[in-house]
C-alpha cells in the first residue's frame, strides 16, 4: 500500500542526512526531482547528497543546484535515509549508486511508473501523476515543506519534460494550476524555458538527420520506428542525453499509431523506446514481455541485441496489440 504524504513527513522529519537517487541516463523528471527534493530538505536544515550512475547530463546542466548531482563515491555513503526518485526497478538507479549506499537499510521510494513494484520501505507510487515532480511538488505543499527557488524550478523542469511541455494527455488540471503557482512563487517561464527547449548543440541536429535516414513507417501507417547505432554514436560523437525526446517527431506522424526508437548501447544491449497515441495499445504491457516497463502510453525496455533481432521482435508484440484494434 501506497504511504501518505504524513507517513513520509515524518520520515524526513526524523532523520538527519538523506542520499536522493535516481534512474540511470536521467531526464529532466530523474534529474529534477533530486533537485527538488534534495534542496527542499536541505532548507529544512538536512544533510543531502544527490547521486546519479551517470552524473548530470549537458542538456540540463543550466539547472540551479545542478551542480550538486554528483555520480557514486567509491567510499561508501553514510546516511539514515535513501531516497529513490522516478525509478520504477531498483536495478535501474545502477550498479554503482546501489553499491554505495548498500549500508542504509531505510528506502522511501518515490515514483509514477505503474510498472514499479514498491521496493522501498515506505512506497508511494502514483501512476496518475503526469511526474515525480509533481507528486513532489504536492508532497512539499501538503506538509509545507520549503520551497526555494531550486526546488520551484526544478519542480517545472520535471513535469514539463516529461508531459512534453504539458502536451500530452496525462497532464491535468492540477498539472496547470501547480504551474500558475510555481509562476506566482517567481519562476521566469520564458528564462527556463528557452534553456529547456531551445539551447540543443549542432550534434543533435545531426542526430536527427541520421535518424530521419533508417524511419520506416510499417503496418498501414500505424507503426513507425527508426534506430541508431553504435557506429552512428561514434561517428557523431553523441552523448546519451542527445536523443531524448526525438521520438516525438515519428510519434507526430499523422496516422501513426505506435512509435519506436531502437538503440543500440556499448553493452550490446539494445535500448527501445516506446510511445502510443491509443490508450488501447498499452506500451508498458507490450515492453513487459521483454523485461521492461514504464506507462501506458511511454515505456521501455532494455533487451539483448543483435538491433535487427530486436526490432523484429518489437514490432511484432506492437502488431499483435494492434490486431486488437481491428
Known amino acids: 500500500m501506497n504511504a501518505t504524504f504524513q507517513e513520509i513527513g515524518a520520515c524526513l522529519e526524523e ?69 529513490a526518485l522516478d525509478t ?24 509514477h511508473h505503474k510498472s514499479n513494484p514498491g521496493y522501498g520501505d515506505l512506497n508511494h507510487i502514483d501512476d496518475g501523476s503526469p511526474a515525480t515532480g509533481q507528486i513532489l511538488y504536492d508532497l512539499i505543499t501538503e506538509l509545507s515543506l520549503p520551497m526555494p527557488p531550486e526546488t520551484r524550478d526544478a519542480i517545472y523542469v520535471a513535469v514539463s519534460t516529461d508531459t512534453g511541455s504539458f502536451q500530452y494527455s496525462g497532464t491535468t488540471v492540477d498539472t496547470y494550476e501547480m504551474a500558475a503557482d510555481l509562476v506566482r512563487r517567481g519562476l521566469d517561464v520564458g528564462g527556463i524555458n528557452a534553456l ?46 542527445d536523443s531524448e525526446g526525438l521520438i516525438d517527431i515519428i510519434r507526430a506522424i499523422q496516422g501513426v499509431i505506435v512509435a519506436l526508437f531502437f538503440e543500440e548501447l556499448d553493452t550490446g544491449k539494445i535500448r527501445v523506446s516506446m510511445r502510443s497515441k491509443d490508450k488501447r495499445v498499452d506500451a508498458c504491457k507490450v515492453c513487459q514481455q521483454f523485461g521492461g516497463g514504464g506507462h501506458s502510453l511511454a515505456a521501455g525496455i532494455r533487451m539483448p541485441g543483435p538491433i535487427d533481432e530486436a526490432r523484429r521482435q518489437v514490432i511484432a508484440a506492437v502488431n499483435e496489440e494492434l490486431s486488437q484494434l481491428d
Not at 545542478?66 to 539514515?80: C, F, H, K, N
Not at 524511419?215 to 561517428?235: K, Y
Open 196 to 241: 529547456t527547449y531551445d539551447n540543443h548543440p549542432m550534434r543533435r541536429v545531426e542526430l536527427m538527420r541520421a535518424l530521419l535516414n533508417t524511419l520506416e513507417v510499417e503496418s498501414e501507417g500505424r507503426v513507425a520506428h527508426w534506430q541508431l547505432t553504435m557506429d552512428a554514436v561514434r561517428g557523431l560523437g553523441l552523448k546519451p542525453e
Open 88 to 111: 520504477a526497478t531498483k536495478p535501474r538507479l545502477g550498479d554503482k549508486a546501489l553499491a554505495c549506499v548498500e549500508g542504509c537499510k531505510r528506502w522511501i521510494n518515490i515514483d
Open 15 to 83: 532523520a538527519e542526512s538523506f542520499a536522493l537517487l535516481s534512474h540511470v541516463r536521467p531526464d529532466g523528471d530523474a534529474i529534477g526531482s533530486q533537485i527538488a527534493l534534495g534542496f527542499a530538505l536541505e532548507a529544512m536544515g538536512k544533510k543531502v547528497r544527490l547521486i546519479n550512475e551517470d552524473g548530470l547530463p549537458d542538456n540540463l546542466a543550466f539547472m540551479a543546484g545542478g551542480d550538486r548531482i554528483e555520480t557514486p563515491p567509491e567510499a561508501p555513503v553514510e546516511v539514515d535515509v535513501v531516497i
